[in-house]
């Protein structure tokens, strides 16, 4: 058992896909993870963290009740074994050899399936490599030799994996699992892998984690940076969070701080850094189906502002940020600015 902040590898399986075998090479044992096996270790929490959190991840949810790998993972949950273990793996990964085989894909490669916690939550968790040869140097005697089959380094794309819960929620707005696959145009993740291998489809779309996200943003910013103007903090959210512009989360939180935090503040790269990873911490936490990559997609076109009694409502078109300016003045004074440009003037009745 490997354990690692909130994630806990419980066993591994290591599979092998060659397409030009008439069957899949399974593992009869598991792999012994141990204090020994750090930068495995690490490999594998590196893309399990990725596929939680990454710009190319999907929140989905099983097609129906007798979508076959829900159905194998709820059986496994219910009879934990190293044995039950390598019966699931073996018959995810004959699965997938078949589903593969009847398909265009010549892509053969390694296929591991993992057990594994994430934040008290058991998963399981699969990943697909491709093939991939280096070069080792022998630091004895000077020389280099290739080396098949090795492993990507944690930095390189991985093609296919996916987090899959073993217990299930009844709610529909819940997801079942998390996928991710690079194989296809950034953020359109296979069809055969999503819809054929794993019987589910996309749970979320945008403009729903648009709208939580800017909640939010508009909510805990104001308290991340209090000694800063509201009005400059929400209007640099609404810039961030601009329609159909491409997010990944904590960087845009990074950015609006930037904007906001003052230039004097003590050890401000740091506080950033920590309060922008805290954010997408805390967000995640509360929203434990949604992805942190998507592309802002809004309908809220107008902004409003108004008095607390609505004695004084005063609304703009968004794409006019940058053009007019709300402020505060030291004594809490509200002041907007209109740029010339937009020809201001009072109605004439």
């Not at 599979?15 to 075998?21: F, G, K």
């Not at 593992?27 to 270790?41: M, R």
């Not at 963290?49 to 159905?71: H, M």
Request: hydrophobic letters at 35%; glycine letters at 2%.
């Amino acid at each position: 058992m490997e354990e690692n902040n909130d994630i806990i590898i419980n066993r591994l399986a290591i599979n092998a896909l060659d397409l030009q075998s008439s069957s899949p090479t399974v593992s009869n044992s598991i792999f012994p993870l141990n204090e020994d096996h750090g930068i495995i270790k690490d490999f594998f929490i590196t893309h399990l963290l990725e596929t939680r959190e990454g710009k190319s991840t999907k929140s989905c949810k099983f097609i129906d009740e007798d979508a076959t790998i829900k159905t194998k993972v709820s059986r496994y949950e219910s009879q934990k074994s190293d044995d039950e273990f390598l019966k699931l793996s073996k018959e995810l990964t004959e699965n997938l050899f078949k589903i593969m085989k009847n398909s265009s894909s010549n892509s053969s490669g390694t296929f591991f399936v993992l057990e594994v916690i994430l934040k008290k939550e058991p998963c399981i968790f699969i990943i697909k490599l491709d093939p991939k040869s280096g070069v080792q140097i022998n630091l004895e005697n000077l020389t280099v030799q290739v080396l098949e089959n090795i492993l990507p380094d944690s930095n390189d794309r991985v093609h296919k994996c996916a987090i899959i819960k073993t217990v299930h929620d009844e709610d529909p707005k819940v997801a079942d699992l998390f996928v991710m696959d690079k194989q296809q145009k950034e953020g359109e993740p296979a069809r055969f892998f999503i819809e054929t291998y794993l019987q589910a489809q996309e749970l979320l779309n945008d403009g729903i984690i648009t709208k939580e996200v800017i909640r939010r943003a508009k909510e805990n910013i104001i308290d991340i940076v209090p000694e800063a103007d509201h009005h400059k903090v929400i209007e640099s959210i609404d810039r961030e969070f601009s329609n159909n512009s491409r997010i990944e989360l904590k960087n845009s939180i990074k950015n609006i701080l930037e904007d906001t935090v003052p230039k004097e503040k003590q050890d401000r790269e740091i506080f950033i850094e920590n309060s922008a990873n805290e954010f997408v911490a805390n967000y995640l936490e509360t929203n434990k189906d949604h992805q942190t990559s998507f592309v802002a997609t809004r309908n809220d076109n107008v902004v409003v502002y108004r008095a607390e009694k609505n004695q004084v409502f005063f609304r703009y078109n968004r794409g006019m940020i940058g053009q007019v300016e709300v402020s505060q003045d030291d004594a809490k004074n509200t002041i907007i600015k209109i740029d010339s440009s937009l020809k201001f003037t009072r109605d004439i009745k």
